[in-house]
């Protein structure tokens, strides 16, 4: 039998339960408006505590998570994945770690006519890189 390296890549990927629980997280916080330093804040850590939560890189201890829920006025349950829910799909998760995306959505959602919305849907796939286009910044 094969010994696995300690080095493998998968020992350093965060387990999908964790997140599960930051993506949980992260929606709450957002729907409530809050930013990752008021969170912190609340919590007593820094923002950049929450960042690693929310990715799932850093696990969300059970009395962090208590007390996260009771800053947001919602039941711990509520950050925890219910037990037979399929995990989330790498498409959402990619939704949900980049900057100004919900914002994106809202406002697209305001737009009053489908014409108009196809219109915003055509120019941001226009200029959107192909994934054989090299990518600058």
Same mark, same amino acid.
């Given at each position: 039998?094969?010994?696995?390296?300690?080095?493998?890549?998968?020992?350093?990927?965060?387990?999908?339960?964790?997140?599960?629980?930051?993506?949980?997280?992260?929606?709450?916080?957002?729907?409530?408006?809050?930013?990752?330093?008021?969170?912190?804040?609340?919590?007593?850590?820094?923002?950049?505590?929450?960042?690693?939560?929310?990715?799932?890189?850093?696990?969300?201890?059970?009395?962090?998570?208590?007390?996260?829920?009771?800053?947001?006025?919602?039941?711990?349950? #509520? @950050?925890?994945?219910?037990?037979? $829910?399929? =995990?989330?799909?790498?498409?959402? *998760?990619?939704?949900? &770690?980049?900057?100004?995306?919900? #914002? @994106?959505?809202?406002?697209?959602? $305001?737009? =009053?006519?489908?014409?108009?919305? *196809?219109?915003?849907? &055509?120019?941001?796939?226009?200029?959107?890189?192909?994934?054989?286009?090299?990518?600058?910044?």
């Amino acid at each position: 039998m094969e010994r696995r390296s300690r080095t493998d890549a998968a020992d350093f990927a965060p387990d999908q339960i964790d997140v599960e629980v930051g993506l949980a997280l992260k929606r709450a916080r957002l729907h409530r408006k809050l930013s990752q330093t008021d969170l912190g804040q609340a919590l007593g850590i820094s923002f950049q505590q929450i960042q690693k939560y929310e990715r799932g890189a850093n696990r969300v201890s059970a009395s962090m998570l208590v007390k996260a829920a009771r800053f947001m006025k919602i039941s711990a349950a #509520t @950050l925890l994945p219910e037990e037979d $829910a399929p =995990p989330t799909q790498s498409f959402v *998760r990619r939704f949900s &770690e980049a900057r100004g995306v919900e #914002t @994106l959505v809202d406002a697209y959602c $305001a737009l =009053p006519d489908a014409a108009l919305r *196809r219109a915003v849907l &055509e120019l941001v796939i226009a200029v959107a890189p192909r994934p054989t286009d090299p990518i600058s910044d």
